[in-house]
């Protein structure tokens, strides 16, 4: 698939499969959400991620059945395929399980090396950001656009981490502390691929967190370039890989003073 036109099936795809996760989250959560833990406390896992992801990989499959699909709670599909869709069922999952509405659905299809096509459905808000590589980014469909904030010190950023590991807590407070000595204000939210979203609809001006996956930005990643942001590695290197990574995203206009304040930070 190559162009707009050629990714926009894709995309269409996407948003009918985060629609479809997020009405499982729906229903699940009229229930007893089963939750549990990957780790000691942090890392949580409820019937509704499940559920979720299996209603994403129903629509998918049923589009693209030659495709493959690695999701946060599993993985569906020819593992060697070209096309490779990557899905958060349900992002935010603390969020969500303590009944903060701040959470979404993420999904995206890489091919050739690139993602080419995503969406991130915010449930609680009924917000559909979607983009396609070289298609503009949409919310509703309504393009969106970063803001032009050029400061730092006037910047609202996100930082957050989901570990139990005395390292990356470690790595996070001073991650924490290089911000806050910095920024116009920092905030901790709990969703890489709204956060990322909110960036490229202009609420946001920066997000940083180590260790991320290609399930948790993907989409957010696509979406926020799309509307004319940039998300990099702590060192400004591109991001252009699935494999997990340390990533810094901003409006563009902050990238540079962000990328001085978080020079040897990265722990991946």
Same mark, same amino acid.
């Given at each position: 698939?190559?162009?707009?036109?050629?990714?926009?099936?894709?995309?269409?795809?996407?948003?009918?499969?985060?629609?479809?996760?997020?009405?499982?989250?729906?229903?699940?959560?009229?229930?007893?959400?089963?939750?549990?833990?990957?780790?000691?406390?942090?890392?949580?896992?409820?019937?509704?991620?499940?559920?979720?992801? @299996?209603?994403?990989?129903?629509?998918?499959?049923?589009?693209?059945?030659?495709?493959?699909?690695?999701?946060?709670?599993?993985?569906?599909?020819?593992?060697?395929?070209? @096309?490779?869709?990557?899905?958060?069922?349900?992002?935010?999952?603390?969020?969500?399980?303590?009944?903060?509405?701040?959470?979404?659905?993420?999904?995206?299809?890489?091919?050739?090396?690139?993602?080419?096509?995503?969406?991130? *459905?915010? =449930?609680?808000?009924?917000?559909?950001?979607?983009?396609?590589?070289?298609?503009?980014?949409? =919310?509703?469909?309504?393009?969106?656009?970063?803001?032009?904030?050029?400061?730092?010190?006037?910047?609202?950023?996100?930082?957050?981490?989901?570990?139990?590991?005395?390292?990356?807590?470690?790595? *996070?407070?001073?991650?924490?502390?290089?911000?806050?000595?910095?920024?116009?204000?920092?905030?901790?939210?709990?969703?890489?691929?709204?956060?990322?979203?909110?960036?490229?609809?202009?609420?946001?001006?920066?997000?940083?967190?180590?260790?991320?996956?290609?399930?948790?930005?993907?989409?957010?990643?696509?979406?926020?370039?799309?509307?004319?942001?940039?998300?990099?590695?702590? @060192?400004?290197?591109?991001?252009?890989?699935?494999?997990?990574?340390?990533?810094?995203?901003?409006?563009?206009?902050?990238?540079?003073?962000?990328?001085?304040?978080?020079?040897?930070?990265?722990?991946?």
């Amino acid at each position: 698939m190559t162009g707009r036109a050629g990714h926009a099936p894709a995309v269409a795809v996407a948003q009918a499969a985060a629609r479809a996760g997020a009405a499982a989250l729906a229903i699940a959560a009229e229930g007893d959400l089963r939750i549990c833990y990957k780790d000691a406390r942090a890392n949580l896992v409820t019937v509704a991620d499940r559920r979720s992801q @299996d209603a994403v990989t129903s629509v998918i499959r049923d589009s693209f059945p030659g495709h493959a699909i690695v999701g946060e709670e599993g993985a569906a599909g020819d593992p060697d395929a070209a @096309d490779v869709w990557y899905v958060d069922p349900l992002d935010g999952t603390t969020n969500f399980a303590h009944g903060l509405p701040f959470y979404c659905v993420s999904v995206a299809l890489r091919s050739g090396g690139e993602t080419v096509a995503g969406a991130v *459905y915010d =449930v609680p808000r009924d917000e559909m950001f979607a983009a396609s590589r070289g298609g503009g980014a949409t =919310v509703n469909g309504e393009p969106v656009g970063v803001s032009a904030v050029g400061r730092l010190d006037r910047a609202l950023v996100v930082a957050q981490a989901q570990s139990v590991d005395p390292a990356e807590i470690r790595a *996070y407070a001073d991650l924490v502390g290089r911000l806050m000595s910095v920024a116009g204000g920092l905030r901790s939210l709990g969703s890489p691929a709204l956060t990322l979203c909110a960036i490229a609809a202009g609420r946001l001006e920066a997000y940083c967190e180590h260790a991320m996956d290609a399930w948790d930005i993907a989409a957010g990643q696509l979406i926020l370039e799309e509307a004319g942001g940039l998300l990099t590695r702590f @060192d400004g290197r591109p991001h252009r890989t699935a494999d997990r990574a340390d990533v810094v995203a901003s409006n563009g206009a902050v990238h540079t003073e962000l990328l001085v304040v978080l020079k040897g930070a990265s722990i991946t």
